[in-house]
């Protein structure tokens, strides 16, 4: 049985909400201008429903926005899956890992402070490079880390799956600071 964490719902949640307010906002002017009391000017109207539309058809992109983007991250017994549109992606196996290890620190972000994570990948042999060409983006030095950003509670999540898929490679969260 394999588990699929959305990884990207902690920043979308703020944008989901505005979205549902264009969307709900804009729908709720098309049907005022429309239902409306009826000694309104026709240009008025027009305008409002204009307006109306406008605003639903940027929330619904917003919400559509949300939905397709983000990054989800499969675990199985066998190993671990990382999608994410913009940065792409990896498979690997716990077979082919010595540790992994799950990096959590308190940054700025803006005014206030944050919890990012970062994913910690130690290779078990020396030819895991060549097997896996789709992570060098993220290696440094004998380590692959990807930076999961803020998760929220789906970094708690996270480190119950991996305990539970991979506890003889998993060394756990680890904190930062």
Known sequence: ???????GWAMAWRATLGGLVLGGGGLALCVAAVVGPPGRDPS??????????VLLL????????????????????????????????FSVRWDELARVRLLRENRWV??????????VLEPAGADFGERNPDL????????????LGRLGLAGRRLDRELARRCPHTYRGLTRVD
């Open 1 to 7: 049985m394999r588990a699929e964490i959305n990884l």
């Open 44 to 53: 008025q109207r027009a305008l409002a429903v204009l307006f109306g539309l």
């Open 58 to 89: 940027v929330g619904v992109g917003v919400l559509v926005a949300v939905r397709t983007s983000g990054l989800r991250m499969r675990l199985d017994e066998d190993g671990a899956t990382v999608r994410h549109r913009t940065h792409g992606g």
């Open 110 to 119: 803006g005014r206030g402070r944050a919890w990012h994570y970062t994913l």
């Open 136 to 147: 060098d983006l993220w290696r440094e030095g004998a380590d692959y880390r990807y930076e």
